[in-house]
């Protein structure tokens, strides 16, 4: 069964970091694109960050130049570090397999807040 087991989420004050961290499992982690989607409440799902089979990445405007993300293919884990946060990055943030628009699975998420 695919498993996608995310962590890393917490509370944070504005300007502060984090990183997230999602452990694949189930298929082989190497041949998919891999993506971070987020939701805050009573709001639409987001689209944050991908990268493909190549670690090639893609970014929303509304993250780029502050989140990075990645992948250590060794170790099957998807990672997004997130850099001067606002609150309004406040949500839940979950990975996902496949490029957004074509996702099949997501995992679980884990909550991020960003608050004084």
């Known amino acids: 069964d695919v498993q996608l087991q995310a962590s890393g989420g917490g509370l944070v004050q504005p300007g502060g970091i984090l990183r997230l961290s999602c452990e694949a499992s189930?298929?082989?982690?190497?041949?998919?694109?891999m993506t971070w989607i987020r939701q805050a409440p009573g709001r639409e799902v987001e689209w944050v960050a991908t990268v493909n089979e190549h670690h090639v990445t893609y970014y929303s405007a509304s993250v780029k130049g502050r989140f990075a993300i990645f992948r250590d293919t060794g170790r099957n884990t998807l990672y997004l570090q997130m850099n001067s946060l606002k609150p309004e990055d406040t949500a839940r943030y979950y990975c996902?397999?496949?490029?957004?628009?074509?996702?099949?699975?997501r995992g679980q998420g884990t909550q991020v807040t960003v608050s004084s």
């Open positions: 189930g298929f082989t982690f190497s041949d998919y694109a």
């Open positions: 996902a397999r496949g490029l957004y628009g074509s996702v099949d699975y």
